[in-house]
Structures are given as structure tokens and as C-alpha cells.
């Protein structure tokens, strides 16, 4: 393990840290040799377990946090994996925050602080479903957003300034890792036909209704635009210390087990430990243990 960082693990499905590919590197559905479902299943079961068992060290061990990053276009599944994945963990370990429209008071300080406020202490696992990389995704396919942010000055041009947002990102992160934050980002890669297939059977049953937003239908008519922008993102700020996953999303059960293991894989590679006693408080252990046992039938 490098001392500047922690890094997340190998994967296939790991992002490369350079510009040698394009979007349909990227596949949207599980590969031939997949387990089926009801294995897929089991496997999530046996990650979720060790992940709970693990942030359990995590937080006696008090040297790392770990922070999960969702991005995604809508209905690619981000509030299920995130319920699926940590179904098992201590709430008392875990934190999920969700990111909407910034407030008039957010937006009164740079893009990065509303998230700042938010990381996870050491010992425990934060999960970011949406995150400071809507400041170039959706912003970036609606730069009007920015009349809003008042910024102090006008960039040279928006390509100038998504640039700047990059180089701020990765520094941010570079930060948070060098500190202890093993940092693990997913984009939830789900297709344009797979989307209108799960915005339909939000329309047509009632019990999903309510997760339809009007506004789904316009973002998805920006699809293309999107793409452009999640190609940049990747691009630009899949690193070494903060990697981007590409996770296949048309399957839910493939996508939520690949996360899963990959959330087991970096928290194993954390090389976390119980906190030895010192030779004077196991000493004292020692002695509170006869005078307990002396004390039987008290």
C-alpha cells in the first residue's frame, strides 16, 4: 500500500486512468459466464456479511473511512444497490447522504463544501447517491445552472471551466485519500433501452409512481449529452487513489453483487486490525478476570 494513499482494488470492471477508451468500452449487461441469478443472490448475501464484519474492525481500527460515490443516469438502480449492499451494516457505521439541488446557503460557498460537510469520519463508511460530479454532468449539460453559483468571475470558456472542476475534484480527493479515505466511485452503467423500460413500469404501477419525475423525460432526451459528459468525468478523474467502476446496471442482481464484492475487496485491502492492548492493560485484564472468577456465586 502506497503511503501517500490508499487505493481501491483490481477489477475488471475498474476504469483506467487514461483516455484510451470510449463509452462502449463499457458494457451494460453481465458477461456470458455470469453466475445466474440465484447464485448471484447468495454471493451478495456472503459479501453484505463481510462487509458488516469488517466495518465492524473499521471502526475499532479508527484509521480509514471509506466513502462509496453513486453516479448514474435516472432509473439505473443507485437507491437499490446502495439499500442491497449495506442492508447488513450497523447503522451506526454507516451514513448515506443525498445530494439535490443545492440550497441558497449551499450555493453561497464553493461546489465542493455542501459535500465537504458530509464525508464520513474515520471508522465509518459514507455513501455519496449523487455527489460533487453533478457539478460537470448535469451542469455541464445545463450550464444555465451556473447563473445560480454567481461565480466571481467568467471563465474563459465552459471547456476551461469543467477543466478547473476536474483538477479541483482530484485534488480534493487526492487530499481525502493521502488522510485515510479510501475512495470508491461507481457509475451505474445502464443502457437507453433498459431506462425506458424502467420508466414505463414506474408509469404503469401504481406503487412506483411515485419515483416518476416529469423531469426524467427531459434528461432523457439529453441521453447523448450525458454521455458526452459521463466520457469527460471518467476521463478526467478516474485515478489511482479515486478509481471509477464501470458496473454493468440491466441486470439489478449482477450490478448490486459486483459492487458489493468490489466494497469487500477495498475494505480487505485497508489491512484493518483489532487495537492491541497495551502490556499494562492486559495485565489489568488479567487480574479483573481471577477476581471475577473468585467471585463466582456472589
Known amino acids: 500500500?502506497?503511503?501517500?494513499?490508499?487505493?481501491?482494488?483490481?477489477?475488471?470492471?475498474?476504469?483506467?486512468?487514461?483516455?484510451?477508451?470510449t463509452l462502449k468500452d463499457f458494457s451494460t449487461v453481465p458477461p456470458s459466464d455470469a453466475p445466474d441469478k440465484s447464485e448471484r443472490q447468495q454471493r451478495l448475501v456472503s459479501f453484505v456479511e463481510e462487509i458488516d464484519a469488517l466495518q465492524r474492525v473499521?471502526?475499532?481500527?479508527?484509521?480509514?473511512?471509506?466513502?462509496?460515490?453513486?453516479?448514474?443516469?435516472?432509473?439505473?438502480?443507485?437507491?437499490?444497490?446502495?439499500?442491497?449492499?449495506?442492508?447488513?451494516?450497523d447503522p451506526a457505521g454507516c451514513q448515506v447522504t443525498s445530494f439535490k439541488r443545492p440550497s441558497e446557503n449551499e450555493l453561497d460557498h464553493d461546489f465542493l463544501w455542501r459535500h465537504a460537510r458530509s464525508l464520513p469520519e474515520r471508522g465509518r463508511i459514507g455513501v455519496f447517491n449523487r455527489s460533487w460530479y453533478e457539478e460537470v454532468l448535469a451542469v455541464r449539460v445545463h450550464p444555465e445552472f451556473l447563473e445560480r453559483q454567481r461565480l466571481p468571475w467568467q471563465p474563459d470558456s465552459l471547456d476551461a471551466l469543467w477543466q478547473e472542476r476536474y483538477e479541483s475534484i482530484n485534488g480534493f480527493e487526492r487530499h481525502l485519500a493521502r488522510n485515510g479515505t479510501l475512495i470508491l466511485k461507481f457509475w451505474l452503467n445502464v443502457s437507453r433501452e433498459e431506462q425506458r423500460e424502467r420508466l414505463l413500469e414506474r408509469l404503469k404501477e401504481p406503487d412506483k409512481n411515485w419515483k416518476f419525475d416529469i423531469n426524467d423525460m427531459g434528461e432523457r432526451a439529453r441521453w447523448d449529452d450525458f454521455q458526452v459528459a459521463y466520457h469527460h468525468m471518467l476521463k478526467e478523474t478516474s485515478k489511482p487513489w479515486a478509481p471509477w467502476?464501470?458496473?454493468?446496471?440491466?441486470?439489478?442482481?449482477?450490478m448490486r453483487c459486483a459492487v458489493a464484492e468490489i466494497i469487500a475487496q477495498g475494505l480487505r485491502r485497508l489491512d484493518l486490525k483489532y487495537p492491541d492492548a497495551s502490556p499494562e492493560v492486559r495485565q489489568k485484564l488479567r487480574e479483573l478476570i481471577g477476581e471475577l472468577r473468585?467471585?463466582?456465586g456472589d
Open 58 to 89: 473499521l471502526y475499532a481500527d479508527n484509521r480509514h473511512a471509506v466513502l462509496l460515490v453513486f453516479q448514474a443516469m435516472d432509473a439505473a438502480g443507485k437507491d437499490g444497490t446502495i439499500r442491497a449492499v449495506l442492508s447488513g451494516v
Open 294 to 296: 473468585a467471585k463466582k
Open 1 to 21: 500500500m502506497s503511503h501517500e494513499w490508499v487505493h481501491g482494488p483490481d477489477s475488471p470492471y475498474r476504469v483506467p486512468h487514461d483516455d484510451g477508451f
Open 245 to 254: 467502476y464501470a458496473i454493468p446496471a440491466d441486470s439489478k442482481s449482477y
